[in-house]
């Protein structure tokens, strides 16, 4: 057995140990997704980044327990679901609609079933006949309905489960017709659950059907200007697109519109007259970014708001693409929140420094968020991603230091395992690692929806991500038992 891991151990001894429980086949194909970060030679004379070289979005192993969503999860759970003035119907039985309810707590302002229909869930309920003569008609009807109950809802998306890929469905062919019945766009989004490896399918799908379907809509009218921008794949959970909304709003920009979280259809549409994306979550949406750079002239760049060295950096970066003007005022809003910020770090930084830290999650998360534990003098002892793609890893590599153990759609065995050996002080995950870390003693956070906290954007959310941090680490709880390790055979 493997000693306990210290602080700068080697993780390579480790990572050895736990594919050794794994059949020959499956070691070799996990041990392709399993690293640290540092510099390695890559057979001639270039030094890369090992992060480079971890595999990423193929198939998980079969009888391997994965944390990974679906393409339906990907497109209507996280793209399509937080517009908030159309109506998405689960289109297909109703388990997939039920179980992707309001689970990511996008904020959105308006009226429920009114003019915002981001906690409603519409599905067409399959049956046993649906799945035998088809759902065509039943959609049609279902549509007709959501016209008829909710009249001020501006378009309607389709979000294919997996019987409708089955049995062939042609949601396009309704959404033509229905689109010229009722005056509304009609979005088909053919995000069937068994496409892909992952929800990362789910996105670009998505992404595909906002390009073909919506961009060239009519928007609405407003009056441009040298400084409109959009807020690209930021999805409002806890209110995390309204904090990064205020600060661009505060350095003299003009947010056009917000993707996804509380948008409306018009946004969308007008997004190509911006003058510039600006993209959060860059694995679900960098095709539209790219897209309207192609197509439209929209430069894009990525930005980060998780903790004040990096929203200082991304604000900077931000500006210099503007006049003088939004560089100075840049300047002004970073000083104006540094007394915000010393006092922050005065309060959590000495509870805080030197605890370790575990992440596992979707999106930017893993690699984003460790800019805000550094911040307060934490370590990152590990991180890793549900449905990462190549250049994600590439990415990370900027963000850990060298020998921090890297991990791709990690397995629930391979992450109790890193757990029980790194014996981090905080893990940072989805729902469903929370209780198993939980019953390990080790404190948790879940980093998907941010634990019914936040927001986490921006300087304020950074001290309520703070305190989170220490609310969770610094519980008197995790005194009143021992974790397994600890206990007496």
Known sequence: MAKDLEDGADHTSLIEEVLAAYPKKAQKRRAKHLSTAGPVEDGETEIVSKCDTVKSNVKSVPGVMTIRGCAYAGSKGVVWGPVKDMVHISHGPVGCGHYSWSQRRNYYTGTTGVDSFVTFQFTTDFQEKDIVFGGDKKLEKTIDEINELFPLSKAISVQSECPIGLIGDDIEAVAKKKKKDIGKTIVPVRCEGFRGVSQSLGHHIANDCIRDWVLDGEGSEYEATDYDVNIIGDYNIGGDAWSSRILLEEIGLNVVGSWSGDATLAEMENAPKAKLNLIHCYRSMNYICRHMEENHGVPWMEYN?????QIAASLRAIAAKFDKTIQDKAEEVIAKYQPLVDEVLAKYKPRLEGKKVML????????????AYHD?????????????????YKRTGEYVKEGTLIYDDVTGYELEKFIEKIRPDLVGSGIKEKYPTQKMGIPFRQMHSWDYSGPYHGYDGFAIFARDMDLAINNPVWGLFDAPWKKSA
């Open 360 to 371: 596992y999650v979707g999106g930017l998360r893993p690699r984003h968020v460790v800019t």
């Open 376 to 392: 307060l003098g934490m370590e990152i002892a590990g991180t890793g991603y549900e449905f990462a793609h190549g250049d994600d």
């Open 305 to 309: 708001f998780f903790g004040p060295s």
